[in-house]
Nanobody, 123 residues
Framework: VQLQASGGGLVQPGGSLRLSCAASGSIYRIVAMGWYRQAPGEQRDLVATITSGHDTNYAEFVKGRFTISRDNDKNTVYLQMNYLKSEDTAVYYC??????????????????WGQGTQVTVSS
């Protein structure tokens, strides 16, 4: 299973970006999809997650500014980022928890990470 993330870039404070992450490969059922971020010298932090039932969870520092969504037919998760701040600068990683047809219902799902996409907020 592979994740292909896109949409990062350079934006001014107050601006917007939309990240996308598409999952491909031997996926039978995706349990949850999410975005994490890691700034230089910092740990990787949760940004937002969304379940197959579209239940969402956000880190406090993005509530009201970021929106996570997913397209189940396309196995794709999105992160709409508005009102960006300089402190949002980081590499953003998507994450997917899934089952294959051979493992569904048997223990914990697999977990895979995308390659990361750089988001830089600067004037």
């Amino acid at each position: 299973v592979q994740l292909q993330a896109s949409g990062g870039g350079l934006v001014q404070p107050g601006g917007s970006l939309r990240l996308s992450c598409a999952a491909s490969g031997s996926i039978y059922r995706i349990v949850a999809m999410g975005w994490y971020r890691q700034a230089p010298g910092e740990q990787r932090d949760l940004v937002a997650t969304i379940t197959s039932g579209h239940d969402t969870n956000y880190a406090e520092f993005v509530k009201g500014r970021f929106t996570i969504s997913r397209d189940n037919d396309k196995n794709t998760v999105y992160l709409q980022m508005n009102y960006l701040k300089s402190e949002d600068t980081a590499v953003y990683y998507c994450n997917v928890q899934y089952y294959t047809i051979g493992t569904y219902g048997m223990g914990s799902p697999y977990r895979v990470w995308g390659q990361g996409t750089q988001v830089t907020v600067s004037s």
